[in-house]
């Protein structure tokens, strides 16, 4: 597994930006680099694909046996719809399309993708004809299984382009190990605290959890903030999950 971009919307060291954190960044380069948002789970298998998704490919392996591409939401930096045409004009491909998944009302893009003609010129209905693309539908809460891994959406409390809830994945692997892909979300919602725990019930704690933290030190925003955690609603959201027993103390780390 590996994160291939942790950096939010616009990335650091922002283009726009010169701040004291930006001019830092350009200077020291290496891991000070965030790009936009993109975790490979394996060959086949991502979580998103953002604005970064051509340099990510040149620095990290490139996307040739990707088969899937789990989206947690609409945003932009999670989704660059361009990579669609991108995979149309490659010349020799992987057999069969790329699968786009988006969860519950985030799946009402792909029909704003077929109907809007600015968008990769019109051709995404032919692209899908063609197996270039395929989108497909996830449900909130539902598992389903995907080569080694089985997935189910949980809504996170963090609102989309759609106006969909985001999707944080509950991913478990052949060998039982389980882990929570936690962004963006927000302080969770009590409903996905629950299913984690009759998760935690029947499976013991999680292996992984990745949290994001995209406020940082920002203070005031509350210990339950909606949107986008910071590093205070984090530290307590873990605290909570240990409380749950959805974490254990044992695998607790920051
Ligand atoms: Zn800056
Ligand atoms: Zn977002």
Redesign the pocket.
């Known amino acids: 597994m590996r994160f291939l971009g942790t950096g939010a919307?616009e990335g650091i060291p922002s283009p726009f930006c010169d701040c004291e954190a930006c001019r830092y960044a350009r200077q020291a380069g290496g891991k000070e680099i965030r790009r936009r948002t993109m975790f490979r789970l394996d060959e086949e298998t991502c979580i998103d694909m953002g604005a970064d998704f051509f340099q990510q490919a040149v620095e990290y392996g490139d996307f040739v046996k990707l088969k899937r591409v789990l989206f947690?939401?609409t945003?932009e930096?999670?989704l660059a719809y361009m990579l669609m045409n991108v995979r149309n004009m490659a010349r020799v491909r992987r057999e069969g399309p790329l699968e786009l998944y988006l969860t519950g009302k985030a799946f009402e893009i792909a029909d704003f993708f077929r109907k809007n003609s600015p968008i990769c010129k019109g051709r995404v209905p032919q692209m899908e004809e063609e197996g270039i693309i395929s989108f497909r539908k996830l449900d909130y809460f539902q598992t389903v299984q995907m080569d080694d891994w089985q997935v189910t959406p949980l809504p996170g409390n963090?609102i989309?382009n759609m106006g969909e809830n985001?999707a944080n994945f509950l991913l478990r692997r052949q060998d039982g190990k389980t882990m929570y892909y936690g962004l963006?979300t927000g302080w969770y919602l009590e409903e996905t605290f629950q299913r984690l725990e009759q998760e935690t019930a029947v499976h013991g704690p999680l292996e992984i959890l990745i949290s994001e933290c995209t406020f940082g030190l920002t203070q005031g925003r509350g210990e339950h903030p909606n949107g986008h955690l910071d590093a205070f609603s984090c530290t307590a959201l873990l605290h909570e999950l240990l409380k749950r027993g959805i974490l254990s103390p044992v695998h607790a780390s920051t």
């Open positions: 919307a947690t939401h945003h930096d999670h963090h989309g985001s963006d």
